[in-house]
């Protein structure tokens, strides 16, 4: 199992000067960061840009600097090269991870001109037939699994949920594995508990949260409030076929913060699940 990956996310020093922001490294660090939590091979691409123009360069646009039949003809070339590789391998990539902006690897937004334009840049334009996803998205994986956890039947279906998540690859914060869940627990312990969910939502990439009963889950609701305060992706799963007026499953409140969805096996491709479509489980 492996990735194709834009040089950069390794090697920052391939990027042009000047343009490599903090935010940038955190979601190169991220991205390596899953690869070596589910053991996926990270195999960096070839940097057209540094062939052709060389590792000190200044940021420049497609148009600019690279629209010439020399790049075209690297390209075509590097392009041979990664699918003879790809064959060797005899499997094909999860995906390609690119950086968007790059006019070599963007894969959403490029800078073919003066201004960001739609589109995967000229490299990763290339391999159509292969899935690409921008680092950042890539780099988001770490999932806040917000549910009640109060009967047996609750924890084994969280347990359930966290699973199959993390078959997808997908690393998951289950607050019911955190300290004791009885009756019996003091005050110190609540404290402890609570200051590291806290911690847990904060560092969370995204919030899942099931909202099935009657009434959904008060410690789940909190949760979800403060995720959707701390600006996190929210995805709330709704089994429970009982719904509280004409447009509500449950309550307007969770169900205008989050995306709802009313089957678990629906998750992963919410989630943007490397694996969907793939036979994965």
């Known amino acids: 199992m492996y990735v194709l990956a834009a040089p950069c996310i ?12 903090r935010e940038d490294i955190r979601s190169f660090l991220r991205a390596v960061e899953r690869c070596r939590r589910f053991s996926i091979e990270m195999v960096p691409l070839p940097c057209p840009e540094t062939i052709y123009l060389g590792a000190d360069r200044e940021p420049g646009s497609f148009m600019e600097r690279l629209a010439t039949d020399e790049f075209s003809a690297l390209l075509d070339a590097l392009e041979a090269d990664v699918r003879n590789a790809i064959r060797e391998r005899g499997e094909p990539p999860l995906a390609i991870v ?3 902006s790059s006019p070599a690897c963007g894969v959403n937004m490029t800078y073919r001109s003066s201004e960001k334009e739609p589109g995967r840049g000229a490299f990763i334009a290339r391999f ?6 921008d680092v950042r998205e890539f780099a988001r994986y770490r999932v806040y699994l917000a549910a009640p956890l109060f009967s047996e039947a609750e924890r084994v279906y969280n347990l359930m949920l966290r699973d199959l998540l993390e078959a997808h690859l997908f690393d998951v914060y289950l607050p019911q594995e955190v300290g004791d869940t ?3 627990r003091c005050r110190d312990e609540h404290r402890v508990i609570f200051s590291r969910h806290l911690e847990a939502l904060r560092d969370a990439d995204l919030v899942v949260a099931v909202i099935d009963g009657a009434d959904a889950d008060s410690g789940t609701s909190w949760e979800m409030g403060y995720a959707y305060a701390l ?3 929210l995805v709330a799963l709704r089994t429970d076929f009982r719904i509280a007026g004409y447009h509500e499953r ?5 169900e205008e913060s989050a995306e709802v969805i009313t089957a678990k096996e629906d998750l992963p491709r919410t989630l943007g699940s490397l694996l969907s479509g793939a036979g994965a489980p």
């Open 10 to 21: 390794l090697d920052p020093a391939c990027r042009a000067r000047g343009i490599t922001t």
């Open 128 to 133: 159509p037939d292969i899935r690409a996803i």
């Open 98 to 100: 690119g950086v968007d």
């Open 250 to 254: 449950v309550n307007l409140m969770l």
């Open 231 to 233: 600006g996190k992706p």
């Open 182 to 184: 009885s009756h019996t």
